[in-house]
């Protein structure tokens, strides 16, 4: 039989064959996790960069990469007019910038955009959505093949998830709070009203809608599990960690995880899931995977409330779980017991999540700083390189070259033809 960490690792190992691409949220794993070897490690604004260009408006959507392409979403006059553009990965020129909807702005939190979801693509179309819960998908040369604008999304924080492709599915939480008299109504008191969307990637239509029961607000971006042989989409928001059927949208496990506005997305290892319980109850929570229905008294391998990220995800490098907390202290743990290992305070202040190449963890700060460590059980400082630009998105790595987005630009960091735009 196999083990239970190889039939985890099964369902990523196709993606990590095609590792040069960086298709959706944290990369082909879903984890933040690249294959790519002799990534950069030392560039500022003006050395070692292979472009830079211009990207309009306001978003924090992370580049998406797929072969010759690489995807944003932003929003422009005021959050208004909702986009797409899509640029030549050699030299950063803008091949095409689409509207896919217009929007009337709601309430976000100021660190929020309007376009912070980071687009998912299959090399054929790309899926993308906005602020106001709509979704819709784009072919590669930028036509709008369909548009999903069912759910009136509104949140006290804004949207911040970002969608997961599954076979021919593209699955989206929405985890939202209520617009009516009490705001605090699915925020600061839990509601049964959050859902889980699965819409057919091919024409947008809803094939299952999943149902959380009692939750609260959260922007946690989902991951794929597969343990004896069956998929699971494993899913948090606030106050819940739950375990869906992907082809059918059946909850099939739980467990409490007090807290609401969690944003780290789930990370997945040896048999174990790793969150974050957001505010209200800070601690890194793992759960062992294999449990039915509510596990919160059985399955709970153990919690940590040290060195707890509100918004950067973790990063997990068997045996070990890094972490970085928004206030710029970086921590290693054992993965199998949160035993922490090493702390240090590596400066800055953070909400783009790590990722990890070639033993090294790259961390970007908001204040545009890279800091990149060995990921190893002992700190050890290999670099630090800024940018000089405010940075919320999560770096991208792909075939060789990272990519970062600040407000104002996308770079692509590495070998290539110097081009500013």
């Not at 076979?167 to 049964?192: A, C, M, N, T, Y």
């Not at 319980?277 to 800070?282: A, L, N, R």
């Not at 409330?305 to 070990?320: C, D, G, L, M, Q």
């Not at 630090?384 to 970062?404: P, T, V």
């Amino acid at each position: 039989m196999l083990s239970r960490l190889t039939s985890v690792l099964l369902v990523f190992t196709p993606l990590l064959i095609q590792a040069e691409n960086w298709p959706g949220f944290r990369g082909p794993t879903g984890q933040g996790m690249s294959s790519e070897k002799g990534l950069p490690t030392e560039w500022s604004s003006t050395t070692n960069i292979a472009w830079k260009t211009e990207i309009p408006g306001e978003g924090w959507s992370s580049p998406v990469i797929y072969g010759d392409r690489v995807f944003v979403t932003t929003a422009v006059d005021a959050g208004v007019s909702c986009r797409v553009l899509c640029l030549k990965r050699e030299t950063g020129e803008v091949l095409w910038n689409k509207e896919v909807i217009q929007q009337t702005p709601k309430r976000k939190e100021k660190r929020n955009s309007y376009a912070t979801p980071t687009p998912v693509t299959d090399g054929k179309q790309v899926y993308v959505a906005f602020g106001d819960g709509s979704v819709a998908a784009l072919s590669m040369k930028g036509d709008v093949v369909w548009t999903n604008r069912e759910f009136k999304y509104y949140s006290q924080h804004g949207l911040g998830v970002s969608p997961r492709l599954y076979r021919d599915l593209v699955i989206i939480p929405f985890d939202w709070s209520s617009e009516g008299e009490d705001k605090k109504v699915g925020w600061q008191k839990p509601w049964d009203k959050s859902v889980i969307l699965a819409l057919d990637k091919n024409n947008g239509k809803v094939r299952w809608k999943g149902q959380r029961g009692l939750s609260r607000i959260g922007h946690v971006t989902p991951n794929l599990l597969r343990e004896n042989g069956q998929d699971q989409l494993v899913s948090g928001a606030g106050d819940v960690i739950q375990g869906f059927n992907p082809n059918s949208g059946e909850r099939l496990w739980w467990a409490r995880s007090q807290g609401e506005g969690v944003v780290p997305s789930v990370v997945i290892g040896d048999g174990l899931v790793f969150t974050a319980s957001g505010f209200e109850q800070p601690t890194i929570r793992a759960v062992r995977t294999g449990g039915k229905g509510d596990v919160t008294q059985t399955h709970i391998a153990w919690e940590q409330t040290r060195n707890v990220p509100s918004v950067p995800s973790f990063v997990y490098v068997k045996p070990h779980l890094f972490t970085v907390t928004d206030a710029g202290v970086a921590a290693c743990l054992k993965a199998d017991s949160g035993e922490v290992v090493w702390q240090e305070r590596i400066g800055g202040t953070y909400a783009a999540s790590p990722i990890y190449a070639d033993g090294k963890i790259y961390f970007l700060s908001m204040e545009g700083e890279s800091v990149i460590i060995a990921a190893k059980p002992e700190f050890k400082l290999l670099a630090r390189n800024s940018i000089g630009e405010y940075c919320q998105a999560s770096a991208a790595a792909s075939r060789g070259q990272l990519f970062i987005r600040s407000d104002k630009n996308l770079y692509c960091i590495g070998k290539g033809r110097v081009t500013a735009r």
